[in-house]
C-alpha cells in the first residue's frame, strides 16, 4: 500500500491518495476497508476509488458524484490494470464546485509520478 497526504488543500478540504494491487472485486473492497481501519480515513468525507480488473472496471463514488470515473479514466489512459487508486477528501466547509475534479485529477497523476519514480 502507497499512502501520500497533504496531497492538495483548498478552501479547508484536504486530499490524500491511496494505491495498491488488488486481484479482484472482493480485494478491492477489502483494500478500501482496511485503509478506514486508520480513524482518520475512515471519518474522511469521501475515499473514492477505482480499479481495471480482467472482468471489467470497478468504482465508487462515496458520495462524491463523478469522481470514481476520474479516477477509471485515468487508470484507462495510464492502462494500469490491478491496482485501486483511492482518493481522500476531508471536507473543509466550502464547496468547491468543478474544482474537486481537478483535485481528484491532480491526486491521481501525483500517486502515478510516485510509483512510476519507484
Excluded at 24 to 49: G, L
Excluded at 94 to 109: N, P, S
Aim: contains cysteine; proline residues 2%; charged residues 25%.
Amino acid at each position: 500500500m502507497l499512502q501520500f497526504e497533504g496531497v492538495i488543500s483548498d478552501k479547508g478540504s484536504k486530499y490524500a491518495v491511496t494505491g495498491g494491487i488488488v486481484k479482484d472485486r472482493a480485494a478491492a473492497k477489502a483494500f478500501v476497508k482496511s485503509m478506514c481501519r486508520i480513524k482518520k480515513y475512515a471519518k474522511a468525507t469521501h475515499n473514492t476509488w477505482a480499479v481495471l480488473l480482467p472482468d471489467g472496471p470497478v468504482k465508487a463514488d462515496d458520495g462524491e458524484s463523478g469522481a470514481g470515473m476520474v479516477i477509471l479514466r485515468m487508470l484507462e489512459r495510464e492502462g494500469l490494470q490491478n491496482h485501486i487508486i483511492v482518493v481522500t477528501r476531508w471536507y473543509g466547509g466550502t464547496k468547491l464546485g468543478g474544482d474537486r475534479f481537478r483535485h481528484v485529477q491532480t491526486c491521481v497523476r501525483y500517486y502515478l509520478e510516485q510509483l512510476n519514480s519507484r
